[in-house]
């Protein structure tokens, strides 16, 4: 029988501003926190009419949601943009996705960066953990409220399941299919809800047509009630130093957490897709895009390229722990990849 115990954490505990998965803005993942809102590096009103007729066909808003993930990916894009020539005005900040969606598609602003499995499910689509299939989705579903997506990149920030070095190396595991061997032995850091969550633990039978419990943990064969779990918010700084501290062998972090490089953990591979895609993509206003330079989506479609999930936990680390600035954080990157 598994021992269940939640722990009362002292306010003593590092708080580091950490992911962008965040059930509150329609995350593909209800299990993760809400993130902690950074200011913008750059921002202007989010009342900002939209751009591309009335300001010339090189004149572009771009908005963000407001956590420094988001502001910084919508930074780089418009960073990016402007070494091209273009007039970019900046609404970083504005808020959760109920704010940020609505305000896209009444052309507040023209483009902003997105998870595609977070906003496919935000409106109505299914996502999986196939981003090719969850990026078609998005297009479907995005095609309904005028916007398009561009390319995504191969980075990603979804809910992951971490471990430290040690017990990576101890066990042999890079896999979530290897750590179903072992997973009875170890101590896992996961939230109140997940026994019911179908992206943590799996469908409850009760809700299964089959009666099987199926997706998550379940379908690596490892069974929540068999588990020994202390209780930590997923994707918050408690369960990443309770990980880092022994107190837990296993956690759910998000796969962009600044922690996972802090401290060296190892991202275990979802082998099995269990957990929606959650590649970055930029969204843009399908009014504006059709009217857009030709070098628009080409620009955007090279930064993304370059982006992967490793690069983007270091530059993570940068905004959140080191507290470097967004915009100078953006820049380096660009000029270290040949972008501006």
């Known amino acids: 029988m598994r021992n269940h115990r939640t722990l009362a954490l002292g306010a003593a505990l590092l708080a580091l501003v950490i992911s962008a998965c965040a059930p509150g803005e329609g995350s593909g993942s209800p299990t993760a926190s809400d993130p902690v809102s950074s200011d913008p590096a750059t921002s202007a009103s989010a009342e900002a009419s939209s751009s591309g007729a009335a300001e010339g066909e090189r004149s572009i808003v771009i908005g963000s949601a407001g956590f420094y993930e988001a502001q910084l990916m919508a930074e780089i894009y418009a960073q990016a943009l402007e070494a091209n020539d273009y007039t970019v005005e900046r609404a970083l900040g504005i808020g959760p996705r109920d704010t940020t969606q609505p305000a896209h598609e009444s052309g507040e602003f023209d483009l902003q960066p997105e998870y595609i499995g977070s906003l496919t499910t935000f409106l109505g689509g299914s ?17 309904d409220v005028g916007l398009t997506p561009l390319e995504y990149a191969p980075a990603q920030d979804q809910n992951a399941f971490v471990v430290r070095q040690e017990t990576a190396d101890d066990n042999g595991v890079t896999t979530m299919s290897e750590l179903a061997d072992v997973a009875g032995d170890l101590v896992w850091g996961l939230p109140p809800e997940c026994e019911t969550n179908a992206l943590c633990a799996g469908i409850p039978p009760e809700d299964d047509p089959d009666g099987d419990r199926e997706g998550g943990l379940s379908d690596y064969g490892i069974e929540y009630d068999e588990l020994e779990v202390e209780s930590y918010a997923a994707c918050d700084a408690p369960v990443a130093q309770a990980l880092n501290d022994g107190v837990v062998d296993v956690a759910e972090l998000c796969s962009t957490q600044p922690d996972i490089e802090r401290f060296n953990f190892v991202v275990l591979e979802d082998d099995l897709q269990t957990q929606p895609s959650e590649n970055i993509a930029p969204i843009v206003s399908t009014e504006w895009l059709e009217s857009a330079p030709d070098d628009f989506a080409d620009i955007l479609n090279e930064v993304s390229a370059a982006m992967d999930t490793e690069t983007l936990t270091s530059l993570g680390v940068q905004v959140a722990v080191d507290q470097e600035d967004v915009a100078d954080v953006a820049t380096q990157w660009l000029t270290d990849n040949g972008l501006n």
């Open 127 to 143: 996502a999986s953990g196939d981003p090719d299939e969850t990026f078609a989705e998005l297009e479907a579903v995005l095609a």
